[in-house]
């Protein structure tokens, strides 16, 4: 019994449902839903990160005796171009952004730019160029006063810091002389972490294409990369599959170690 019981209920519930939407007219999706293709404010996110290893001392840890932070990697954002910033060229001679030269001294806002040229053998004979410019340094921070950058565990690098910021000073037995909170390091361009910015990001799929490099992981932007938007958006049947070509060139400016940690962002 309680089986027909069961079965008797969901027919029942099956024939309610067919019987509620029997009549209803649904609405098309509208063509602005699915043919969504445009970037939003900013184009591309740029999230420098760091490996650091053995260069932050844990002036609390191992019974307060101090010890290494084996492996650390740092992680900051630069955003400044995203809604754009004014510029100074303070390089000591003349540069270029884009088609503009900028003597020394001189000063323009710049900001993230989206250029549209004709391409044969993009989608609709169009490509998207999304001029992204970034400084060429970048600070870091530990995770806390009790975590700090050594300036001496940099002595032997290759690659050392443009600059230490804010010391930290410290009463324990395991302080050392030279620590600091933050450090600004070279961007490194051919390991950058680059996101798109996407008006609606729940209806496009982002593909990289002609060897480009994953988004969201360390890749080569030493060269122009090329991603295919798709619109994967629920679409009338006959309805075309709506692309986009999109290319991502990076412009590195100079700036001092002192601007460029100011004007990292450390909150992600």
Not at 5 to 15: C, K, R
Not at 107 to 131: C, F, Q, R, W
């Amino acid at each position: 019994m309680k089986i027909k019981s069961i079965l008797f209920a969901i027919t029942f519930a099956i024939t309610a449902l067919y019987g509620c939407q029997s009549g209803i007219v649904w609405d098309e999706v509208p063509e602005s839903v699915y043919s969504e293709l445009d970037m939003g404010t900013g184009l591309v996110r740029n999230r420098p990160r760091e490996l650091f290893v053995n260069k932050v001392w844990q002036i609390n840890h191992n019974d307060g005796k101090g010890q290494w932070l084996e492996n650390y990697i740092a992680r900051s954002l630069l955003n400044s171009f995203e809604n754009g910033m004014e510029y100074v060229n303070n390089t000591g001679s003349n540069i270029t952004i884009l088609d503009k030269t900028l003597a020394p001294g001189e000063k323009m806002t710049v900001k993230n730019t989206l250029e549209i040229v004709d391409d044969s053998s993009a989608p609709e004979g169009k490509k998207y160029i999304a001029h992204i410019f970034s400084f060429d340094k970048v600070g870091y921070h530990t995770p806390n006063k009790g975590h700090a950058f050594i300036q001496s565990a940099f002595d032997n690098e290759t690659i050392k810091p443009y600059g230490y910021f804010e010391k930290i000073e410290s009463d324990a037995k395991s302080a050392k002389e030279d620590m600091y909170r933050y450090v600004v390091m070279p961007v490194k361009q051919n390991e950058m972490v680059l996101e798109f910015i996407m008006k609606d990001i729940y209806a496009c799929r982002v593909d990289p294409v002609n060897g480009a490099p994953n988004l969201g992981t360390p890749g080569d932007y030493t060269k122009p990369q090329q991603y295919m938007v798709t619109n994967i958006a629920i679409r009338p049947e006959g309805a075309p599959e709506y692309k986009r070509l999109y290319e991502v060139q990076v412009h590195l400016l100079e700036v001092t170690a002192e601007e460029a940690k100011e004007k990292t962002s450390y909150s992600l």
